[in-house]
């Protein structure tokens, strides 16, 4: 393994890792604590059509698959607030429209498609550098955006209802948090691809939930937790030779699968009033 | 120059999707007044809150709280949602909800500082909670987190208090402590609570209505039979008032 640090991919690899585990970290658990699980995997699939636009007119995907996301944000933010339409219901239409463009697009570009199961599933190790400056750029906006407005998410998140009481504009603040979402899965797409980006928004945050009741706490562990996985699903796919984006979601998985598990058997043991 | 009515509402209606909620609601609030709204579940009750509060916008008539339009009071009015309207695992502590009170006073942007921390913690006091301030909310017991709430509503200093069925979460034994509170509570601020539990309201309130789509108000807290059997449609305990509160069932 310290062999490979020598090797410039290596180093964009770690550095992918890093930022991609600030941007998951934090905004995931927005996404755990305020229920929008689906809705993110909706924006994250429909960054597809934007994956495809890049394809057809032959610029970079990652761009493409912003305009997508931030774009599917905002429908979907509007239309789960200003219609009558059932959100599952969006969801759903939103992740079938974005995934049915991008394969026309990619259809319509002549020849085939160079790396398209880079965006799909992630290869970690085959990130170019400028698209981790423009990971880096993209962190910087989200933490901003959460330092700025903590206090809003916070009671966004909790009690939209008594925001709206206390004057908050709760509808304008829950478009920005789906477009950082939107942001999110753009830093992700390079390392676990547009597929797997909504384990990355979930599993990290999932399992900090476990371990503390601070919303901050929370991010902080969320972070160490998405670093963790990245680092060692990428040493364990070098090791055995597997895709790296996939590695990475199935050693935080079982991680948390595991950690529900001890969980549940604790409880199990009180509920008992078991052995001391 | 006679006081201003803290709520006035006149000839009020809201309908969701043509069926009828609130059917031409008059209501006066005066300062201190303590008024307990009855009915059946889905008689309006919390929509009429939510008219108070400006979150519904009625068809017809006229709402005014503190002599202005619901929204543009808002800051005055403190409101205790019904318990189950949050996500009890919330990874939030007792001070942070009630700091979100202070979110009027504070506005966008700007993080909350030392003098709404130390707003949230006299409110935190107020209704005996200060030593549970660092827990999380979910770990409270039932009357606690409800304690908890209305200190979220009180750190605004609100001239009007709204609870939204307050005691459904509250064990009776600690039903009596709740409304204590609220005793106290009525002597800076008008307190109107909308609930089911016609036993627990009628004793403690200065003011009764009842609602069921129309509103059946009558200033005094006397129920009569008549009034009752009107807003839920069929014969109910009915409860006589003196120095201890009992009550008296009808035939059904």
Same mark, same amino acid.
């Given at each position: 393994m310290f062999e490979a640090f020598q090797f410039e991919f290596m180093r964009n690899a770690m550095l992918a890792g890093l930022l991609?585990?600030?941007?998951? *970290?934090?905004?995931?658990?927005?996404?755990?604590?305020?229920?929008?699980?689906?809705?993110? *995997?909706?924006?994250?699939?429909?960054? &597809?059509?934007?994956i495809g636009l890049g394809y057809l007119l032959k610029f970079n995907p990652v761009l493409g698959a912003m305009i997508f996301t931030l774009l599917s944000a905002v429908t979907m933010g509007l239309v789960t607030r200003r219609t009558k339409l059932p959100?599952?219901?969006?969801?759903?239409?939103?992740?079938?429209?974005?995934?049915?463009?991008?394969?026309? &697009?990619?259809?319509?570009s002549a020849g085939y498609a160079p790396d398209l199961m880079s965006y799909l599933f992630g290869n970690i190790l085959t990130v170019p550098f400028t698209d981790i400056l423009?990971?880096?750029?993209?962190?910087?906006?989200?933490?901003?955006?959460?330092?700025? &407005?903590?206090?809003e998410f916070l009671l966004l998140s909790f009690d939209e209802e008594f925001g709206i009481v206390v004057g908050m504009p709760v509808d304008a603040l829950y478009l920005l948090m789906l477009c950082m979402v939107a942001l999110t899965v753009v830093v992700l797409i390079r390392v676990v691809g547009m597929i797997l980006v909504i384990a990355m928004l979930t599993f990290p945050a999932a399992l900090a939930r476990q371990f503390t009741h601070d919303l901050k706490k929370m991010m902080m562990l969320s972070v160490v937790f998405g670093m963790l996985f990245t680092f060692g699903g990428l040493w364990i796919s070098y090791a055995l030779n597997l895709a790296s984006g996939a590695t990475i979601i199935l050693l935080s998985g079982l991680v948390l699968l595991l950690s529900y598990a001890v969980t549940g058997l604790r409880g199990k043991v009180k509920a008992r009033g078991g052995p001391a | 120059m006679t006081a201003l009515d803290v709520v006035?509402?006149?000839?009020?209606?809201?309908?969701?999707?043509?069926?009828?909620?609130?059917?031409?609601?008059?209501?006066?609030?005066?300062? +201190?007044?303590?008024?307990?709204?009855? $009915?059946?579940?889905?008689? $309006?009750?919390?929509?009429?809150?939510?008219?108070i509060l400006g979150l519904i916008k009625p068809e017809r008539g006229m709402v005014t709280v503190l002599g202005n339009p619901p929204d543009r009071s808002r800051t005055k009015i403190g409101y205790v949602p019904q318990y189950s309207n949050y996500d009890h695992n919330f990874p939030v502590s007792v001070i942070e909800v009630v700091m979100m009170g202070r979110y009027g006073k504070a506005g966008l942007l700007k993080p909350y500082g030392r003098v709404d921390r130390a707003a949230a913690q006299k409110a935190l006091t107020r209704v005996g909670m200060l030593d549970h301030a660092a827990a999380q909310i979910g770990q409270l017991s039932g009357g606690q987190q409800q304690r908890a709430f209305i200190a979220r509503a009180l750190v605004s200093e609100p001239q009007l208090?709204?609870?939204?069925?307050?005691?459904?979460?509250?064990?009776?034994?600690?039903?009596?402590?709740?409304?204590?509170?609220?005793? +106290?509570?009525?002597?800076?601020?008008?307190?109107?609570?909308?609930s089911h539990d016609i036993g627990a309201v009628s004793v403690f309130v200065d003011k009764i209505a009842c609602l069921n789509v129309q509103l059946y108000y009558h200033g005094s807290r006397e129920i009569t039979p008549e009034i009752l059997e009107a807003t839920y449609k069929c014969p109910v305990q009915l409860i006589a008032h003196g120095d201890i509160p009992h009550r008296v069932l009808r035939e059904h």
């Open positions: 991609a585990s600030v941007a998951c *970290g934090i905004v995931g658990v927005y996404v755990v604590v305020k229920k929008i699980v689906s809705m993110s *995997g909706s924006i994250a699939h429909a960054s &597809f059509g934007g959100e599952d219901t969006a969801i759903g239409i939103l992740w079938a429209l974005g995934m049915a463009l991008g394969v026309i &697009f990619i259809g319509l423009l990971m880096a750029a993209l962190d910087v906006i989200i933490l901003t955006l959460v330092i700025a &407005f903590y206090k | 006035r509402l006149e000839d009020v209606c809201v309908s969701y999707d043509g069926t009828p909620a609130l059917e031409g609601i008059n209501l006066k609030v005066a300062e +201190h007044d303590f008024l307990g709204i009855i $009915g059946p579940n889905g008689g $309006g009750k919390s929509t009429l809150l939510k008219v208090l709204l609870l939204d069925e307050p005691t459904a979460s509250v064990d009776s034994a600690m039903q009596t402590d709740f409304y204590e509170l609220l005793e +106290h509570l009525k002597e800076e601020m008008a307190i109107v609570m909308v």
